[in-house]
């Protein structure tokens, strides 16, 4: 099936720094990708939708000044974590859904950031 | 917006039972319901999905059950083996017609399986 890779798979940084992660789709082209978070132990809360040469689209309560979104092509989507906290420390999945095979969506493997 | 519940957060059953998770959903205008399977450390892996004009799948120990006019949907995996121990979520979803209609999903809170030997 479609194959979405992430990178980083995991990050450490100093609190303060940004941390840009990358979602690839790597044998189809996405207009649209989707930002997860996941705390330990807890679902994967929707962060928000990015959408190929437009803005993203951000669910309520997540800043957009904090949490940036760059889809730039049809196979990337980069989230930039800006002035990192502990608080953000946390796993974060993208993902991307093929249109060719219809509504599934494809994860990646996540990236797991961890401000000190 | 959707809200989905999922129970229960934790299952254990003796290898070789049957598991059974069940989901409720909200959003009456929801029309896909994927179910993931998420081991430690890894991205979420689609193992079953349904569309709301179909009441039930299977797939070989996995099948997915949905009641439109109850709104909830379960998973049921027969013949339970040790590599079936992980994480499980439902979620919900509204998509639009070919080609159209990018909603991102809605979570449950997640099932822990263990399959005890």
């Known amino acids: 099936g479609a194959v979405v890779s992430q990178h980083p798979s995991w990050v450490i940084c100093k609190s303060g720094t940004s941390v840009k992660i990358e979602c690839r789709s790597l044998d189809f082209q996405a207009t649209t990708m989707f930002w997860y978070r996941q705390f330990p132990k807890q679902s994967l809360m929707l962060m928000a939708t990015?959408?190929?040469?437009?803005?993203?689209?951000?669910e309520q309560g997540v800043e957009k000044d904090k949490f940036l979104i760059n889809h730039a092509s049809l196979t990337l989507s980069t989230l930039t974590v800006t002035s990192a906290h502990p608080e953000d420390s946390s796993f974060y999945i993208c993902?991307?859904?093929?249109?060719?095979?219809?509504?599934?969506?494809?994860f990646g493997e996540g990236s797991r950031l961890t401000v000190l | 917006g959707e809200n989905v519940e999922q129970h229960p957060s934790t299952l254990s059953v003796q290898e070789g039972d049957s598991a059974v998770i069940k989901c409720t959903y909200s959003d009456s205008a929801s029309n896909y319901f994927p179910w993931y399977k998420q081991e430690l450390g890894k991205g979420p892996q689609l193992i079953i999905d349904?569309?709301?004009?179909?009441g039930e799948k299977k797939d070989q120990r996995i099948a997915v059950t949905l009641n439109k006019t109850a709104k909830h949907f379960s998973l049921h995996i027969t013949e339970t083996q040790p590599e079936d121990s992980a994480v499980y979520f439902c979620a919900a979803s509204k998509v639009g017609g070919m080609g159209g209609g990018a909603d991102g999903l809605t979570f449950g809170k997640g099932t822990h399986l263990i399959i005890q030997p």
């Open positions: 993902s991307a859904r093929d249109l060719r095979v219809g509504r599934e969506l494809f």
């Open positions: 349904i569309r709301s004009n179909v």
């Open positions: 990015s959408n190929e040469g437009s803005k993203a689209t951000y």
